[in-house]
């Protein structure tokens, strides 16, 4: 079956524009998850979500980030004013349920630039 | 504070077995995951440890150690395909925090 997609899979835009990136989980997916990875670095944790229900996002750098999911499908992570620090690949994961031991299965990522 | 340390590189050689060691520190800790990611991709699921003890799938294995609070991914018959990133995750409650992973370059 179909795996997480995004989109769009490259983004580049100018610094103080704002952005938004779509994640399509699995379907039938509970929990969603939000990632940031810089190059040579493991996924840094940003944000969760049960169904609709964002039940942590204690990992969003600052208020000009957020994120919602409001069917419990597909989620968009959105950057307001964005920075050129704000450049990474952003990926989203799923999995089937919402617990801790459950496998997450990750997109291919979106590549932000920030010019 | 959560810190998870592993490896930044190392070189194996085929045919050959290869232990990656993971640290971490956690005040929440519900179980250690390790993630494979080759260049340019994304991470895909190895193995999952809850309980101390050694789980063995295949070529790959994984080890942990609670108290100590240990892990190690072994791979064994190394294979060229193996060259990639071995990303070591803890989780506590809704989180997974990740490693900066150890990269793995296997050579004839």
């Known amino acids: 079956g179909a795996g997480v997609s995004q989109s769009p899979r490259y983004k580049v835009t100018k610094r103080g524009q704002d952005v938004a990136l779509r994640c399509d989980p699995i379907s039938g997916h509970v929990s969603l998850y939000w990632y940031r990875q810089a190059l040579g670095q493991g996924p840094e944790f940003l944000t969760y979500?049960?169904?609709?229900?964002?039940?942590?996002k204690s990992g969003l750098p600052n208020d000009r980030f957020s994120a919602e999911r409001p069917e419990g499908s597909i989620s968009t992570l959105t950057i307001q004013r964005t920075e050129q620090r704000d450049s990474a690949m952003y990926r989203c994961?799923?999995?089937?349920?919402?617990?801790?031991?459950?496998?997450?299965?990750f997109g291919p990522g979106t590549r932000l630039l920030v010019l | 504070g959560q810190n998870i340390d592993q490896p930044t590189e190392m070189t194996a050689t085929e045919g050959a077995i290869v232990q990656i060691n993971c640290t971490y520190q956690t005040s929440g800790f519900n179980g250690l995951f390790w993630y494979q990611q080759h260049a340019g991709e994304a991470p895909t699921f190895l193995s999952y440890?809850?309980?101390?003890g050694l789980e063995e799938k295949g070529r790959f294995s994984s080890f942990l150690s609670r108290s100590k609070g240990y892990s190690y991914l072994l791979l064994k018959e190394l294979q060229m395909k193996d060259s990639a990133s071995y990303l070591c995750?803890?989780?506590?409650?809704?989180?997974?925090?990740f490693g900066a992973g150890t990269r793995l370059f296997v050579k004839a």
């Open positions: 440890n809850v309980l101390d």
């Open positions: 994961a799923s999995s089937l349920l919402g617990g801790p031991e459950e496998t997450q299965y």
């Open positions: 995750a803890h989780t506590g409650g809704f989180k997974t925090i």
């Open positions: 979500f049960n169904y609709e229900a964002q039940q942590d």
